[in-house]
């Protein structure tokens, strides 16, 4: 392991990190009573920037010069340090502006209230970057602008990835560059479009600011405001789901904007490099792509399911949903008030397709936006969102979870397995698309399936030590390990994370990471050979 050559990677992406943060830092600025010293001095958000732009550009600029000697003795080893602990880094530089606003908001100096700070600051920023969207704020349109965009950007940052991102403006990073491009980029495989890895990286970011343009433009004609449109589609377009609203997009009461976020939610849950063959004119790619249709009949005959459970069923009853677990459970009289109004969303057809199928797109996508309390819906709705929960994005995506090509390649190798079981010499090679899939690929998923869900369980284990309702503490933890944001009772579409103890805090941080960087790449720097 050559360490300079990894801190020199990580030193320029720290001096990328520090030029981004002028952004929140000019809207922070901006909403200053006055430009002087002393109002800077009294706003501890302003001072989280300025000390989180001074930190990355000085310090990475520094060990960028001292290590670049080293920068072309990478390898593979570290490629995927740089990685795992890059991301680590982005997130702690990015968690200091957080930080000062949480501890100015306890008004306490002690060790404690440090540390709950920096939980909290982290675990939003961790949630942030990896697109998680579970977050700890009991009141969001609270927080100031520069805070709001900020936890959004990184959002959309962290959604094709910061890595991808500096190795399209940075080209001469060293040799290791597809493996930072490999452990960042969600799915079992990634494909390059052109023989330059920084040209592949300039394409797809293309991509993905074009379409983040277009939803842009299409939320501002109906009439969003700049800001919110921005933040929202930040967290469309990665997948993400930070609002800079409460009862996050339900709050607009607007159909249109249901169907613009619905219709980019399901385009960023698609594999970018279908997106690019599509828009040079070769639809028939996608028509002929088994995983994108796979994961587009999915959507259609999951939300047909849903619609018509909501609208023969309604939700379920109140005496039943008012017994699920809340951190701050409400009166009687709120819930069945609350439960009321809620009621109304599905009195048509088309409303309770509409709503259907915004959770369902959401939750696949692992974007984590809700129109609905999606709790009090029968128990059969609610154990199928969080069965698409694992189930995730398409490959190449900026969606989470397990990622739809892996579970369509496990269901067609389980179908073989069972076709061997009567014909032991039978020889069916698994196809894809026509394309025959490697047998060591195959292992690698099922590896991969094995592991992913061995952490889920161990988690979730572990949660059940610091949250006193087991279907929250398993789905809290569905929720951060598949990137998806919102989880079920006490961590559902309209209950927050903030009252979780802090241990159990950062198991769900390390449940994010390893989510959004999909285990192997974390799990390898944390094996003892990886070091010799």
């Not at 300079?4 to 952004?23: H, T």
């Not at 300025?50 to 520094?62: H, Q």
């Not at 900020?150 to 991102?165: A, N, P, Q, V």
């Not at 398409?394 to 061997?420: D, F, H, N, P, Y």
Request: proline share 4%.
């Amino acid at each position: 392991m050559n360490g300079k050559a990894v801190a020199y990677a990580i030193g320029k992406m720290m001096q990328l990190m520090g030029v981004v943060l002028c952004v929140p830092l000019g809207i922070a600025t901006f909403d200053l009573p006055e430009y002087s010293f002393s109002a800077i001095g009294q706003s501890p958000e302003t001072i989280g920037f300025i000390l989180a732009i001074a930190i990355c550009l000085v310090l990475g600029t520094f060990t960028a010069y001292v290590c670049r000697i080293d920068k072309d003795k990478q390898g593979i080893r570290e490629g995927y340090a740089i990685v795992t602990i890059g991301w680590i880094i982005f997130a702690l530089m990015g968690s200091i502006p957080f930080f000062f606003h949480f501890l100015a908001q306890s008004g306490q100096i002690g060790l404690s209230a440090v540390f709950l700070s920096f939980t909290d600051a982290f675990f939003e920023i961790m949630s942030g970057f990896t697109t998680t969207g579970s977050t700890i704020l009991t009141s969001i349109e609270t927080l100031p602008d520069s805070l709001l965009f900020w936890r959004s950007l990184t959002h959309w940052l962290g959604g094709m990835g910061i890595i991808t991102l500096a190795l399209a403006i940075f080209p001469a990073m060293g040799v290791s560059g597809y493996q930072m491009f490999r452990g960042e980029i969600p799915g079992p495989t990634a494909d390059r479009l052109r023989p330059r890895l920084a040209q592949t990286a300039a394409i797809l970011w293309g991509v993905y600011a074009l379409l983040s343009g277009a939803q842009t433009v299409l939320l501002l004609l109906g009439g969003m405001p700049l800001f919110d449109s921005l933040c929202h589609t930040f967290g469309t377009m990665a997948t993400g789901g930070f609002s800079t609203r409460d009862a996050s997009i339900g709050a607009y009461n607007s159909p249109y904007f249901e169907w613009v976020i619905i219709i980019f939610m399901y385009l960023a849950g698609v594999n970018f490099l279908l997106h690019f063959n599509v828009l040079r004119g070769k639809w028939r790619q996608a028509l002929l792509n088994r995983e994108f249709l796979f994961y587009t009949g999915m959507i259609l005959i999951t939300t047909l399911f849903l619609s018509g459970i909501l609208y023969t069923g309604s939700l379920k009853p109140s005496d039943q949903s008012y017994q699920h677990f809340r951190s701050d459970k409400p009166s009687a009289e709120v819930f069945d008030s609350n439960r009321g109004k809620e009621a109304e969303k599905y009195d048509g057809v088309h409303d309770c397709v509409r709503t259907s199928l915004f959770q369902v797109v959401a939750i696949t996508t692992t974007t984590g936006y809700a129109t609905a309390d999606f709790d009090l819906w029968p128990d059969v709705g609610r154990f199928t969102l969080l069965l698409l929960m694992f189930i995730g994005g398409c490959a190449g995506s900026t969606g989470g979870g397990m990622k739809q090509v892996r579970v369509l390649i496990l269901i067609k190798a389980g179908w073989r397995e069972l076709r061997r079981l009567t014909r032991p010499r039978l020889i069916a090679p698994l196809r894809m698309g026509g394309v025959t899939v490697e047998e060591d690929k195959i292992a690698n998923i099922a590896a991969f399936f094995i592991l992913f869900i061995l952490l889920f369980v161990a988690a979730s284990l572990l949660m059940t030590m610091f949250v006193p309702d087991l279907l929250t503490s398993i789905s809290a933890t569905a929720a951060c390990i598949n990137n998806i944001g919102p989880g079920l009772n006490g961590v559902g579409a309209i209950e927050n994370y903030g009252w979780i103890p802090i241990p159990g805090k950062w198991i769900l941080i390390a449940c994010m990471l390893l989510g959004r960087l999909e285990i192997f790449t974390v799990l390898i720097v944390f094996r003892p050979s990886f070091w010799k």
